[in-house]
């Protein structure tokens, strides 16, 4: 099942015009996969509500749409949307995953899971504010992370009313995607993280 669900995501088109501001890149395929899969057995996607923060072309809600989750991406790019409306069309789940133009901020709605691969820059606390949020609507995150920002997730789940259940090292080969990448494709490393609520 994995497999043939990183070949459909595989599909999923990127930025046309991506925006360094917003830090974005597009999400591996078999990264996604990889989390989407273990959302899956441990039963956080199937049936449930879904959110996607920062949800950009729509690989992480394409792929849960793909595993019958009920999912909303949330994303404050307009061209973004525009890409995963069309990515979504693409691979047959246009009527299963709703895109809403809004900042992560004003997302009031509570889910079962989310999944984001937010802005980790090691200069911001952006990636914390999208934590900070998931773990406030949700019972379940899986979130793809800089290793630097380790530490402090640590720290912040630790104050907060979740737990961590897994943290996983992955190395993702990104294409270049600015034109200062000069490089064919970078090998990065990255974490991927699992919180749960506590009871």
Request: cysteine-free.
């Amino acid at each position: 099942m994995k497999s043939e669900l990183s070949r459909e995501l595989s599909k999923i088109k990127g930025f046309d015009n991506p925006k360094i501001s917003l830090e974005q890149y597009i999400t591996p395929p078999q990264l996604a996969a990889d989390m989407l899969h273990t959302a899956y057995m441990n039963n956080d996607i199937e049936g449930r509500k879904i959110a996607d923060l920062g949800s950009g072309t729509g690989i992480f809600s394409i792929g849960a749409a793909l595993l019958n989750g009920e999912v909303t991406g949330f994303e404050k790019d307009q061209e973004a949307i525009k890409i995963a409306e069309e990515n979504a069309e693409n691979l047959r789940v246009g009527n299963a995953v709703e895109f809403k133009k809004i900042d992560i901020e004003n997302v009031e709605e509570t889910f079962n899971t989310v999944f984001m691969n937010p802005p980790f820059s090691v200069h911001t606390d952006s990636g914390i504010s999208f934590l900070r949020k998931a773990v406030n609507i949700s019972d379940n995150v899986y979130t793809v992370s800089h290793p630097n920002a380790r530490q402090a997730i640590k720290d912040f789940v630790k104050k907060s009313n979740h737990r961590i259940t897994a943290i996983e090292d992955y190395e993702i080969i990104l294409p270049p995607t600015y034109g200062f990448h000069t490089e064919e494709g970078r090998k990065t490393k990255v974490d991927v993280i699992i919180t749960r609520k506590e009871d």
